[in-house]
């Protein structure tokens, strides 16, 4: 090698050494300033890190006001109950803001766009039309489907997509299978669901169940993102689940225009330092047992980290990070490969997203 070539090597050496002690002081200053909120245990049970578990996810149950403490919302200790054996629709609460889970079986099965092209499509129910778009066939309750819906859920999906093409590009020819009911009745006469449900949804079968409301679009934004985004994984490896309900909560936010109301509250605790650490974060798997507001802490929590991902390079790193872990890759090797350094450790990204949060420095995202 000659001279020239050494002093370039010793050089970008010394700037890259530099840049790495900046970013150590500089985060550290700042991050000595937010507050520390630490609870008192993990209230997930965690498996010891690389453990293959099952992935069973369940439904939440509905929220029952405790006439203790008049305007506030309790559930009971069990928040998240299974519905009952071989039940494939699974309900949505109505007003809470967080969306179900979804069997493993469920996850893979619309990891496909399950059936063939030229498949059949469901029968419309009685006094429902049925109209055919680019991506959806669209069940609205009354004698015709409305041009108005029409043009909404085909502009949502535009909008899913700026995210979310490269993960389904079978969506180019399968549809989505979605019903409108005109109101809460006929949606429960429809899918047997109890009165606090606010929509229901089928991956294996792509069929989401809506009723008019001020949440409908919200709940059709999160559901599309699990049908679209989850299906580019396997039976073999699934989507870790902070990393499906981060990206449906982020697309429902974000390309839906529906935050739920807990969000924002949960956000400011992330910046006050609450939260769980990424280590527990990115290993639960289910949330049974767990009490209402951890549940929203973690949506919010994995909803920023990703927001954070989607945000933080230009081109396809979140694409590339997927898809190193849709190759059995753990998670920091697959950050590493995706993003490079500093993000070779999860401590490392948490380290930055915690920085990020408070001052919008890496990602761009305003504050």
Sequence with gaps: MDVLGRLRIIFWGLVIGLWGLFMYQYISEDMALVPKIRFSKNPFPSPPPYVKISKKRFPPAPARPNTATPGRTYTSTNMLQPLSKGLDIKAIPAGTGIMPEHSAEEKTAAGLG????????????????????????????????????????????????????????????????????????????????????????????????????????????????????????????????????????????????????WLARNLAMLEKGGGFKLSDLVRIENMQGADEENVRLWYAQSYSVVRFLI????????????????????????????YGMPYNRLSSLEYAWRYDLKTGKLSGIAR
């Design 114 to 261: 399950a059936g063939k092209k030229g498949e059949a499509y469901p029968l419309a129910p009685p006094g429902f039309a049925m109209r055919e778009t680019r991506h959806f066939v669209i069940y609205e309750e009354g004698k015709e489907v409305s041009r108005e819906l029409l043009d909404a859920v085909e502009g949502l999906h535009g909008n899913i997509m700026l995210d979310l093409v490269s993960f389904s590009p079978w969506s180019r020819e399968k549809r989505v299978f979605v019903f409108f009911t005109g109101n809460q009745d006929t949606y429960q006469r429809l899918t047997g669901r109890p009165a606090w449900s606010a929509g229901a949804a089928s991956l294996t079968e792509r069929k989401i169940y809506l009723f008019k409301s001020d949440e409908a679009m919200g709940i059709l934004a999160h559901e599309l993102t699990h049908i679209y985004f989850d299906s580019f994984f396997s039976s073999e490896i699934q989507s870790p689940l902070w990393l499906s309900e981060g990206i449906a909560t982020y697309i429902q936010s974000e390309r839906g225009y529906s935050n739920p109301d």
């Design 311 to 338: 945000k933080l390079k230009a081109g396809d790193a979140f694409y590339q990070f997927c898809k190193k872990l849709k190759g059995g890759m753990p998670t920091h090797r697959a950050l590493y490969q995706a």
